[in-house]
C-alpha cells in the first residue's frame, strides 16, 4: 500500500508531479487559453463583484491560504485577507454579502474551518471550498467549489495537500485575473505555459533527495531551525518550520526574512542551522543581504535557490536547487526540499512520521 515506499509520507511527497498534473486536468488548457472550473464559471459574478476575498484554514491549508493572497492580489489585483479559521469564528468579524469566502481544507472536516464557513453563511457572504476529500462536510456546507484531486493522503503531515491547493488557488487567481483583464494575454498565457511545466520541474526538484539526506544527518541534533524566505516565499518558510515540528519534534520557526533585525536574529550563533529560501526572483538582492547578515553571526546555511545560482553559493553552507519558473509559481517547487528535509531529520530520529504524537489526519475538536 505504501508502494515501496518507507512511509506515507516519502510516497506522497514523490506523488507531487503526478498529483499537480491531476488537480489541473481537464482545467487547464494551454493550447486555447482557457480555465475550466464550473465552481467558478457557475458563480463568476460573484468573484468578479467582490469587494475582497477573505480565506479561512487551519494549519498546512492556511499557509496554502497565504501563498494564495499573494497569487490573487499580484495576478487579479483583489483585496485577500487569509484568516485562521480559529480566530475568525470567535472574534466578530465584519462579513458583508459582498465578501467572497474561500475555505481550504485537506480533510474537509476540520471543526473550526466548518464553524467559519457557517459563520461566513449566516452572514450572507458566498463561501466557495478547496477541498481534497470528496463529499467531505466542508465540501457539503460550501455554496459551490473546487476538489484538489490529490487523491488520498494518509500521513499526518500535509505534502500533496499542500501543493494541490496551491494549484487550484493559482488556477482561480489566473482566471480571475483574465476576466478582470487584470492581467495581459501574453503574461496569462506565459503563465499557463509555465504551471504546466511544474510537475516535470517537480521532478527535478525531487532528485535532490539524497543531497537533501546528508544535509539531514548534519543537522538532525540541531534542537532549533529558523526558515526564512521572502513574498511568495514566506509562507513557504512557515511551512517548512511546521513540517519539521510536526514530525521530528525539533523546534522551528518560519519568519519572513525581513523581520529577521527585529528580533530573531538574536537567536543567531553557531548551533543554528537556517533555511532560507533564496530563488532568483522579486526580492532576490533583499535576500542575499539577509544571508550575509546570518552568515555575519556564524548562523549555519541552508540556501534553497535557483539552478545554476552562484552568488548565494559562495556564502551558504549548503546549496539546494530548484528549476527556474515564474516567481508565483514557486513555492511549489521550493516546499519539494523542505518536505524532504524534514522526512529525513524525523526519520534519522526514529519518529512516527506518519504518525507524530499528539496529531491526527483531521482535528474535529474545536
Ligand atoms: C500539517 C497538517 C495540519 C493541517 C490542518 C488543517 O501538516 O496536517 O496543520 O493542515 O489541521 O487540516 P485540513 O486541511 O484537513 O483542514
Not at 480571475?176 to 504546466?196: C, F, M, S, V, W
Not at 536574529?265 to 543554528?272: C, H, R, S, V, W
Not at 534519522?348 to 489526519?361: E, S
Amino acid at each position: 500500500e505504501k508502494g515501496g515506499y518507507d512511509h506515507f509520507m516519502l510516497k506522497e511527497i514523490y506523488e507531487q508531479p503526478n498529483a499537480i498534473k491531476d488537480t489541473y486536468r481537464g482545467r487547464l488548457g494551454v493550447k486555447n487559453g482557457i480555465i475550466k472550473m464550473s465552481g467558478i464559471d457557475d458563480n463568476i459574478e460573484k468573484f468578479l463583484n467582490a469587494n475582497r476575498i477573505i480565506v479561512v484554514a487551519c494549519g498546512t491549508s492556511w499557509h496554502a491560504g497565504l501563498v494564495a493572497e499573494y497569487i490573487f492580489e499580484d495576478l487579479a489585483r483583489i483585496p485577500v485577507e487569509v484568516e485562521y479559521a480559529s480566530e475568525f469564528r470567535y472574534r466578530n468579524p465584519v462579513i458583508t454579502e459582498k465578501d467572497v469566502v474561500i475555505a481550504i481544507s485537506q480533510s474537509g472536516e476540520t471543526a473550526d474551518t466548518l464553524a467559519a464557513i457557517k459563520l461566513a453563511k449566516s452572514k450572507g457572504a458566498f463561501v466557495f471550498g478547496v477541498c481534497n476529500v470528496v463529499g467531505s462536510s466542508i465540501a457539503r456546507e460550501t455554496h459551490a467549489g473546487a476538489y484538489t484531486h490529490a487523491g488520498p493522503e494518509i500521513g499526518v503531515a500535509s505534502t500533496k495537500a499542500f501543493t494541490t491547493q496551491i494549484t487550484v488557488l493559482t488556477l482561480i487567481a489566473l482566471k480571475l485575473a483574465k476576466e478582470t483583464g487584470k492581467i495581459n494575454n501574453t503574461d496569462y498565457r506565459y503563465h499557463l505555459q509555465e504551471l504546466d511545466l511544474i510537475p516535470q520541474k517537480v521532478v527535478e526538484s525531487l532528485k535532490s533527495d539524497s543531497h537533501i539526506q546528508m544535509i539531514a544527518d548534519t543537522y538532525k541534533n540541531a534542537r532549533n531551525f529558523l526558515y526564512l524566505g521572502r513574498g511568495y516565499n514566506f509562507p513557504v518558510a512557515l511551512e517548512g518550520a511546521l513540517k519539521l515540528k510536526e514530525i521530528s519534534y525539533i523546534h522551528a520557526e518560519g519568519y519572513p526574512a525581513a523581520e529577521m533585525k527585529h528580533g530573531p536574529i538574536a537567536l543567531i550563533d553557531e548551533q543554528m542551522p537556517v533555511v532560507v529560501i533564496a530563488t532568483k526572483k522579486g526580492h532576490y538582492d533583499k535576500i542575499v543581504s539577509n544571508i550575509q547578515e546570518i552568515k555575519s553571526r556564524k548562523g549555519r546555511i541552508i540556501g534553497v535557490v535557483t539552478e545554476g545560482d552562484t552568488s548565494v553559493k559562495e556564502l551558504v553552507d549548503h546549496i539546494i536547487e530548484v528549476p527556474e519558473t515564474l516567481e508565483s509559481l514557486t513555492p511549489l517547487l521550493t516546499t519539494i526540499p523542505l518536505q524532504l528535509l524534514s522526512y529525513h531529520i524525523a526519520v534519522m530520529l526514529n519518529k512516527n512520521v506518519d504518525q507524530p504524537r499528539n496529531l491526527a489526519k483531521s482535528v474535529t475538536v474545536e
